[in-house]
């Protein structure tokens, strides 16, 4: 997918304003379902998680990718600077699909029945249309770009 629908981009960008109020509590909730893969869990800082730094990280990223959906050239800085931390940390395509169901499913922990169908597919379109970049810079990064 090289563009999201417009459709998509409205709902996405209408949720800004929950993740700006929930956002920590999304992705600290996203680790805990993530963090029941051992191997998935030793490619993060531990101490960042301790400290309640990498959730906080992550928010702050998905509400700046929220806010700017429709225009991705604004946060590239932020996702080159994401993806070459995963090339440092052995973070791979194969990874992604993990960090989605964990992501979507704290969205429903958190919100409940405001994370309403809707909501949850336009966030996985938008995942994966943000996931696919990430994957194919950093497979560059690599050097194994196909």
């Excluded at 806010?67 to 440092?88: E, L, M, P, T």
């Excluded at 309403?116 to 249309?129: F, K, Q, R, S, V």
Aim: proline residues 4%; negative net charge; charged residues 20%.
């Amino acid at each position: 997918m090289t563009t999201l629908s417009p459709e998509i981009i409205a709902i996405i960008k209408s949720t800004a304003p929950v993740l700006q109020k929930h956002g920590v509590e999304i992705t600290t909730r996203m680790y805990e379902r993530l963090f029941v893969d051992p191997e998935i869990k030793s490619l993060f800082d531990e101490a960042a998680h301790r400290s309640g730094e990498q959730p906080k990280r992550l928010a702050a990223a998905i509400l700046a990718f929220a806010n700017n959906v429709d225009r991705i050239d604004a946060i590239q800085g932020a996702i080159d600077s994401i993806c070459a931390r995963h090339v440092v940390t052995h973070v791979k395509a194969e990874h992604y699909p993990a960090v989605a169901n964990a992501l979507l499913p704290a969205i429903k922990d958190v919100l409940g029945d405001a994370a309403t169908n809707d909501i949850l597919n336009a966030w996985g379109e938008a995942y994966w249309y943000l996931a696919n970049q990430m994957i194919k810079q950093e497979r560059s990064l690599y050097g194994t770009a196909s």
